[in-house]
């Protein structure tokens, strides 16, 4: 399994990112996907989840409203359109697959928001 996540950097408050995660090693169309970051000096936080099917999709009340996953499945990729982002927002943003038995993460982006 290797999950490569990319499209992080620099951005102003209110501003907007894409995230992708290119996966394989897997049947990336068979699994449920999430999205996890982690802020300087906390810990992890759930971000979002989207069902393998890309049909369903689940929100930390911190991004509800401003952040959107979907997949690609057909290009294996995953992605996270983050929008009005505000400098509460700065983590390493991780690509997870996870589930009974199974925990492969991604090494990370970094998203800074910053004026």
């Known amino acids: 399994v290797q999950l490569v996540e990319s499209g992080g950097g620099l951005v102003q408050p209110g501003g907007s990112l894409r995230l992708s995660c290119a996966a394989s090693?897997?049947?990336?169309?068979?699994?449920?996907m999430s999205w996890v970051r982690q802020a300087p000096g906390k810990g992890l936080e759930w971000v979002s989840k989207?069902?393998?099917?890309?049909?369903?999709?689940y929100y930390a009340d911190s991004v509800k409203g401003r952040f959107t996953i979907s997949r690609d499945n057909a290009k294996n990729t995953l992605y996270l359109q983050m929008n009005s982002l505000n400098p509460e927002d700065t983590a390493r943003y991780y690509c997870?697959?996870?589930?009974?038995?199974?925990?492969?993460w991604g090494q990370g982006t970094q998203v800074n928001v910053s004026s």
């Open positions: 090693g897997f049947s990336f169309s068979g699994y449920d």
């Open positions: 997870a697959l996870t589930g009974v038995g199974y925990d492969y």
């Open positions: 989207i069902n393998s099917g890309g049909g369903s999709t």
